[in-house]
């Protein structure tokens, strides 16, 4: 089930910002104006690529869609299927888990019982697991800085729009009647910089942070599971080892 809580923020937050707006007597359109957006957005993208390199580029384009749909499965979820095959193993040998990996929709998990169950060594077993691991902290580390920079260039070109939208105020003194709009317009980038890093750039960026962390949990659980597994543990040491992994509020709920 895909976790829709970015979209419902993102949208629910600009749709606030918009009925404010209008209880104040405002016209949302006169927010809506393409050249402070135009310059806000698209070089808010611009120097933040310029910032990083072209295969972080591409990646923050599928970053989007993972911020946006992505879930993940708590780590606790895993337990019970790690103690399953700890059972099994203690009962009928490694061998005997080949059937078992057709249950199991964690292709970590896979990996590392495969591993183990073709014989390779438990050190080499844990420090593959754990080299994965660790290349996906640095994946998900530049995934949430790509938009952490973006949210942090935003506020400051929207103050660069702002300044060049008041040169252009004093280029027209002598037609006080286009002024109102021209100064409108020169605020309106400020206030999408502003609102584009708090609305969109920074809660992607946690949101893609969140994700890996959770993802990466799972992973940890993932990895001690099969080395107890290989060192055939009581499932019911396996089953506290694991437990003792999660975050205090889950075992709790647990518990319960």
């Not at 949208?11 to 009925?19: D, E, N, Q, S």
């Not at 911020?67 to 005997?96: C, H, K, W």
């Amino acid at each position: 089930m895909k976790d829709i809580a970015t979209p419902v923020g993102i949208v629910v937050g600009l749709v606030i910002i918009v009925a404010a707006n209008v209880l104040e007597g405002g016209n949302p359109m006169s927010l809506l104006l393409l050249p402070p957006m135009l310059l806000v957005l698209g070089t808010t993208v611009m120097v933040t690529v310029a910032g990083g390199t072209m295969s972080d580029a591409k990646a923050a384009v599928k970053d989007v869609k993972r911020a946006f749909t992505g879930s993940v499965e708590p780590a606790e979820s895993l337990v019970p299927q790690v103690v399953s095959l700890a059972e099994r193993a203690r009962r009928e040998g490694l061998l005997a888990l080949e059937d078992s990996l057709r249950e199991i929709d964690d292709p970590f998990l896979v990996k590392g019982v495969t591993m183990a169950i073709d014989g390779t060594d438990p050190e080499d077993v844990r420090d593959i697991l754990e080299a994965e691991l660790r290349a996906k902290k640095r994946d998900d580390k530049q995934a949430a800085k790509f938009f952490g920079d973006a949210g942090a260039y935003a506020p400051t070109i929207g103050i660069i729009g702002t300044v060049m939208g008041l040169v252009h105020v004093l280029e027209n003194l002598a037609t006080p009647d286009e002024l109102g709009h021209l100064i409108a317009g020169a605020f309106v980038a400020t206030l999408w910089g502003v609102m584009s890093a708090n609305v969109i750039w920074l809660p992607i960026s946690s949101r893609l942070k969140r994700l890996g962390e959770l993802e990466c949990a799972r992973m940890e659980v993932a990895i001690e599971g099969v080395a107890a597994i290989q060192a055939g543990a009581n499932p019911r040491l396996v089953a506290e080892k694991l437990r003792s992994l999660l975050p205090t509020g889950t075992v709790e709920r647990e518990a319960a």
